[in-house]
């Protein structure tokens, strides 16, 4: 592996830091779904707290609002019995001109472990990961347009549970491609993984112009686009990064792309309808298809915990020596 994603393995190929899902081995994601897999299991039992990083200090730095990974991360923290800080970054000292490189060494000084980060400028955690005290981890939690890898990883792994190898699979991801970091890191995942058939579905104002280097076919009609596929990922307009109008309204946008039970019919018939949340109804999805009985959204968010747990103890593991 070359350039910035080289950061995260070490020579010998082990996970140090989590980044990027680009240029990931299969071997390592396939890993981190087994390992996350072991810790599902042991969700449902009344104990639900495992050791493995006890007397470890995670940091949950979040420049940018989160409601599923900031508390999932927080609550697979807990079940791996770390003590979690979450630090409040608008009443934080960034506030008064601090910058992230001093805030970061000030945290390191506090003899954190690991960091977990999200932040709007696409780059910041592999700032972080590039000038952080050796021994400490750094989890992407979000950058920008660039990466979740997280979220891939939890995708990927709803997709094995429910549809078994991504590398027998049609996937159709739809929506506002151009400005989703979720659609990037699973495209890199779902390459790793060896999925044959991934395709983009949305007018070419929401599609990036790169997707033909990934293997992604596009596909303005939906109708088109949805044919026989195994697995419906919906993606919300994501406004708060569009620069300039990119569609006439949303209601119109649901008019060609949202997902109804009728569009639905085109896929297989037991394709599973995937949507990392927050989801805006009568947008992107229709509530029927939301909380129909094909849409596994709320799996997704369960095996986000697992899929941070695992991520959690294999960085750690590696960067302090330990074997997780
Ligand atoms: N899927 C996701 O990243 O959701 P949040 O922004 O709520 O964390």
Redesign the pocket.
């Known amino acids: 592996m070359h350039g910035p994603a080289a950061l995260q393995l070490t020579p010998d190929g082990r996970l140090k830091h989590l980044l990027t899902t680009e240029g990931l081995p299969k071997s390592l994601i396939t890993e981190l779904l087994d390992t996350a897999e072991t810790f599902l299991s042991s969700q449902g039992q009344p104990v639900k707290k495992v050791p493995l990083l006890r007397g470890k200090t995670v940091v949950n730095l979040f420049f940018e609002n989160?409601?599923?990974?900031?508390t999932t991360f927080d609550i697979a923290a807990h079940r791996l019995s770390a003590d979690v800080v979450t630090l409040d970054i608008r009443t934080s000292s960034a506030s008064k001109g601090e910058t992230l490189f001093d805030t970061l060494k000030n945290l390191e000084a506090m003899q954190a472990d690991l960091f977990v980060v999200r932040h709007s400028a696409g780059g910041a955690p592999f700032f972080i990961a590039d000038r952080v005290t050796p021994n400490i981890a750094v989890i992407n939690a979000?950058d920008g347009t660039h990466a979740?890898p997280t979220?891939a990883l939890l995708d990927l792994m709803t997709i094995r549970k429910h549809k078994g190898d991504p590398a027998n699979l049609s996937v159709a991801i739809i929506g506002d491609l151009k400005h989703s970091r979720?659609a990037r890191s699973l495209i890199h995942g779902l390459r790793g993984m060896g999925c044959p058939d991934i395709r983009a579905i949305g007018p070419g104002t929401l599609l990036p112009s790169d997707l033909g280097h990934l293997g992604v076919h596009t596909f303005h009609n939906i109708d088109d686009g949805l044919r026989d596929v195994d697995v419906v990922v919906l993606l919300r307009l994501q406004k708060e990064r569009m620069t300039s109008a990119l569609l006439p309204s949303e209601r119109e946008f649901f008019n060609l792309y949202g997902m109804t039970e009728s569009r639905l019919a085109l896929a297989k018939d037991n394709a599973i309808v995937m949507h990392?949340?927050?989801i805006n109804r009568g947008v992107e999805i229709a509530n029927e298809v939301a909380d129909g009985p094909q849409a596994v959204i709320l799996d997704q968010v369960t095996n986000g915990i697992a899929i941070r747990m695992a991520v959690m103890a294999m960085t750690l593991s590696t960067q302090q020596g330990g074997h997780s």
């Open positions: 989160s409601t599923r990974t900031r979000g979740h979220q979720v990392p949340g927050p």
